[in-house]
């Protein structure tokens, strides 16, 4: 269910007020796992896609408008920390998140998060990006086999598509991956180097469909009897003289 609080409503609008939440929601999360921690700060992240995927009632246009509302009332902060340079998905934290001490965060910096139009990533923040975008997808990818290939695969993947892609991808195929004994699940390694996660969910769901997990040992069996049941019901004569039971 999506939520939002009435007064950040009454400010900024319903949409914008949604979307608060949901980075607010995020970012707490992500602060109790120390996930995506920068410049003292936990953030979260998500392209206009993705938002429109999560928040199918707002058009493309209204997420814009309602993140550029949130940033110019001084709601949230934006910036940029993927893995590749030329990657501009948009990271968001709420402007109150309080900032870590010192201690906890060494190489935090100060000031104003990287701004999207002016990416400066050094080569360590890069190699944090990447390993926790890593963790993200390790963690949600229903086959966990072969870690450091997969490593290495994901690594390889960023230079044809970005995080935000591959978990957009993923998340759109879990339905049918999940489906899958999990013997015929792709190694996580096989699906980033065929760059699956750009297949459409309905490719994938065919070819799930002659190996799909049998949750319900027999349900064949009697989705059958059913079927002739129903057809002697139509046609008694076709069920033979007396006959005790189903040939």
């Given at each position: 269910?999506?939520?939002f609080d009435s007064k950040i409503a009454e400010r900024v609008g319903v949409n914008a007020a949604v979307l608060y939440q949901n980075i607010v929601w995020w970012c707490a999360k992500n602060a109790a796992n120390r996930h995506n921690?920068?410049?003292?700060?936990?953030?979260?992240?998500?392209?206009?896609?993705?938002?429109?995927?999560?928040?199918?009632?707002?058009?493309?246009?209204?997420?814009?408008?309602?993140?550029?509302?949130?940033?110019?009332?001084?709601?949230?902060?934006?910036?940029?920390?993927?893995?590749?340079?030329?990657?501009?998905?948009?990271?968001?934290?709420?402007?109150?998140?309080?900032?870590?001490?010192?201690?906890?965060?060494?190489?935090?910096?100060?000031?104003?998060?990287?701004?999207?139009?002016?990416?400066?990533?050094?080569?360590?923040?890069?190699?944090?990006?990447?390993?926790?975008?890593?963790?993200?997808?390790?963690?949600?990818?229903?086959?966990?086999?072969?870690?450091?290939?997969?490593?290495?695969?994901?690594?390889?993947?960023?230079?044809?598509?970005?995080?935000?892609?591959?978990?957009?991808?993923?998340?759109?195929?879990?339905?049918?991956?999940?489906?899958?004994?999990?013997?015929?699940?792709?190694?996580?390694?096989?699906?980033?180097?065929?760059?699956?996660?750009?297949?459409?969910?309905?490719?994938?769901?065919?070819?799930?469909?002659?190996?799909?997990?049998?949750?319900?040992?027999?349900?064949?069996?009697?989705?059958?009897?059913?079927?002739?049941?129903?057809?002697?019901?139509?046609?008694?004569?076709?069920?033979?003289?007396?006959?005790?039971?189903?040939?």
């Amino acid at each position: 269910m999506h939520s939002f609080d009435s007064k950040i409503a009454e400010r900024v609008g319903v949409n914008a007020a949604v979307l608060y939440q949901n980075i607010v929601w995020w970012c707490a999360k992500n602060a109790a796992n120390r996930h995506n921690e920068h410049d003292g700060k936990f953030w979260t992240y998500n392209s206009v896609k993705a938002w429109a995927a999560l928040f199918p009632y707002m058009t493309a246009k209204q997420i814009r408008s309602a993140l550029d509302r949130l940033e110019a009332e001084g709601l949230i902060l934006s910036g940029c920390y993927n893995a590749s340079a030329y990657d501009r998905t948009k990271w968001y934290c709420p402007a109150s998140q309080p900032d870590l001490p010192s201690a906890a965060n060494e190489i935090a910096q100060k000031g104003e998060p990287i701004p999207v139009s002016k990416p400066d990533i050094k080569p360590d923040d890069k190699h944090s990006c990447a390993i926790d975008g890593f963790a993200e997808f390790w963690e949600r990818y229903p086959r966990r086999i072969g870690k450091a290939a997969a490593r290495k695969a994901y690594a390889k993947a960023l230079k044809v598509g970005t995080h935000d892609d591959i978990m957009f991808g993923l998340s759109q195929q879990m339905p049918s991956l999940a489906s899958r004994e999990e013997q015929y699940i792709p190694h996580p390694s096989t699906w980033l180097n065929q760059e699956r996660w750009n297949d459409e969910p309905d490719h994938n769901a065919a070819r799930n469909g002659t190996h799909a997990r049998a949750d319900r040992p027999g349900t064949g069996m009697a989705q059958a009897f059913a079927a002739v049941a129903e057809r002697l019901s139509r046609d008694p004569e076709e069920g033979g003289d007396g006959g005790d039971g189903f040939i």
